[in-house]
Every structure is written in structure tokens, then in C-alpha cells.
């Protein structure tokens, strides 16, 4: 049996009793500060969402910074719980989302400073800064734990790793070049 005192969970986050809430129950301070995007894909996400301010869970919002090096980009992912809406602060992005089977059709636009573009749920996106300036945007989404499956990461870096055959056959390539992509993946899988 549960007990008055035991927390009532709400998708996986604790409910805190509104008595002992506190002002850093709806706080965060930090997205005044650039990533650090000295990285493979030369971009770094400030999430903002219920793992940060205990304050968002059942609201449904979340926030996150996106830096990105010239260059760089935030690779095709999913969220697969929320709706994202990006507005760039700073720079120039190529960015695009992905219909689902069959059509997969691209819709795809540079954004400038200012620009807003939104990618459905569960749709497979992207952002690529093509600019030899650093770029900055702010992503909204639709969901205190909006999630992410980058998709180059789960596919090729899964662990235990997805079958070379497997993949061979999925992305109609040798298995050689899968292994050779297996290898760029090493540090997710061990």
C-alpha cells in the first residue's frame, strides 16, 4: 500500500507536493552560455526539460539551446514524444524534416536570424549551419521529455550491434563499407 508520504509519479517524475515547492522547482540558468561544439558533428544542445526544472512536469513544454560551429550540424534525429519549434538567434541553418514511408519527402529551408521552422513529431530532421560563422537557435517542444533518437547513433552504434548483414542489406551497400561505418560508431557501442 502506498503511503500519504510516497511520491505520486506522473510519467516517470515525481509530483512534488506543492507545500514544499520551491523557486528553484522553476529555475534554470545557463542557456546565456555557448555550447561546446568542438565535437565529430560540431554542434551541442542545452536541454532545458523536466530533467532540469522539477517545475515543467505534467506541462507539457521543454526548451533547448542549439550551438553550432560553422559546419556543424545537429544530425537527422526524432523526438519521439514532441513537436519542435526552432527559432534562430544567431547565424544561418539549413535545416529540413522527413515524411514518413512512402512519399519521404524532404521539406527543407535555409533560416536566417529570426527565421522559425517547425518538425512534426516523430518526423526525422535536422540542422546544419553551411555558414563559416558560429549559429545559435532555440528549439520549443511539445513535451516535458520530448526525447531524442539521433538516428546515425542508434542505428550503427546500437549495443549489442545491429548485424553487419543486416544493414548491409537494409542501406543496399556492402558489408564492408557497414563495417567501416560500425567503426565510426565505436564509442556508443562496447
Known amino acids: 500500500h502506498a503511503l500519504a508520504s510516497d511520491p505520486v509519479f506522473v510519467n516517470g517524475f515525481a509530483c512534488k507536493d506543492p507545500k514544499t515547492a520551491l523557486v528553484e522547482d522553476f ?14 558533428q560540431g554542434s551541442a544542445v542545452t536541454a532545458v526539460n523536466v530533467a532540469q526544472i522539477a517545475g515543467l512536469n505534467t506541462l507539457g513544454i521543454s526548451l533547448a539551446r542549439v550551438d553550432y560551429a560553422p559546419y556543424g550540424q545537429n544530425p537527422p534525429h526524432i523526438h519521439p514524444r514532441a513537436t519542435e519549434i526552432l527559432t534562430v538567434l544567431e547565424g544561418s541553418l539549413y535545416v529540413g524534416f522527413i515524411t514518413s514511408n512512402p512519399e519521404n519527402k524532404l521539406f527543407s529551408k535555409v533560416l536566417n536570424k529570426g527565421d522559425v521552422f517547425v518538425f512534426p513529431q516523430g518526423l526525422i530532421h535536422f540542422q546544419f549551419n553551411y555558414g563559416t560563422n558560429k549559429a545559435i537557435a532555440i528549439a520549443a517542444l511539445s513535451s516535458k521529455n520530448p526525447g ?10 546500437s549495443n549489442p550491434s545491429i548485424s553487419g548483414d543486416i544493414l548491409a542489406k537494409a542501406f ?13 560508431f565505436s564509442e556508443y557501442a562496447t
Request: glycine content about 8%; hydrophobic content about 45%.
Open 27 to 40: 529555475f534554470f540558468s545557463g542557456l546565456h552560455m555557448a555550447g561546446n561544439t568542438s565535437n565529430k
Open 148 to 157: 531524442v533518437i539521433t538516428i546515425a547513433n542508434t542505428v550503427f552504434g
Open 172 to 184: 543496399q551497400v556492402d558489408k564492408k563499407m557497414v563495417d567501416h561505418i560500425h567503426a565510426q
